[in-house]
């Protein structure tokens, strides 16, 4: 569950910034990578928050509703994410589904292994330079063995105006 929370910030993370990146009339394109860690690990909501690599510098902020399971292979879940750039913010919504699992070295702490997601999003909103921003993305991330990070590779489009 924890890794399911870091995976859904990093979802989050990487679709602001992209956003930010461009802010300009017509359709621009989405390509990040993002870092995402947990600041409230544990529980039902959980939040994530990190920083995005790419086209745009920005902070973002994801909450995470676990939907079914319980961090196995399926597991799902529903984020929130705002993404704040100098430029102004972005915010929507995705899900994410667990696609693989590894238990690691140490089988009897969850902690010790991996996790892969993947999912997909809306851009619903946008302030400043990103005012009315409508958009999607599709990502793919993984938590790597050991680690309490989420790596996130996102792509999509999104409009303003």
Known sequence: MRRLSVLLIVLGLCVLPAVSAQGRAGTNKLTESLTLSSIAPGGAPTLQAGSANGSLNGAALVKATPVSGTGEVGTKARFTFTLFTTKGSISGSGDLTITATD????PANPSSGSENVAGSG?????TGAYKGAK???TYTGTSPNGQT???IQLKGSYRTG
């Open 103 to 106: 238990p690691g070295p140490d």
């Open 122 to 126: 809306k851009i619903a909103s946008g």
């Open 135 to 137: 958009g999607s993305f």
């Open 149 to 151: 990070y989420l790596l």
